[in-house]
């Protein structure tokens, strides 16, 4: 049996989900067993922001990360 790692993405969806049906009045359960209710809100929102963060470092990064290579040579 494999297990895959979710991506940055998938993650990012996974949590998006979470948070509209926190803000529906349900209850979300992790993998770990966490439930996530409206008190986690603030966690699954500073989540978003962190994973939104990278997806954009990640865009960015390629280009950046060349720059600085070619400077460097």
């Known amino acids: ?5 979710p991506t940055t ?3 990012l969806q996974w ?3 979470a948070e509209r049906k926190i ?3 349900q209850v979300v359960e992790t993998a770990d067993g966490e439930r996530l209710t409206r008190a ?4 699954v929102r500073r989540e ?5 963060n990278m997806l954009g470092r990640q ?3 390629g280009r ?10």
């Open 9 to 11: 993405r998938e993650r």
């Open 48 to 52: 978003i922001e962190r994973l939104h």
């Open 64 to 73: 950046r990360s060349m720059i600085r290579r070619n400077y460097l040579e």
């Open 23 to 25: 803000l529906n009045g």
């Open 1 to 5: 049996m494999t297990f895959l790692m």
């Open 59 to 61: 865009q960015a990064g």
């Open 40 to 43: 986690s809100l603030a966690t």
């Open 15 to 17: 949590y998006l989900e």
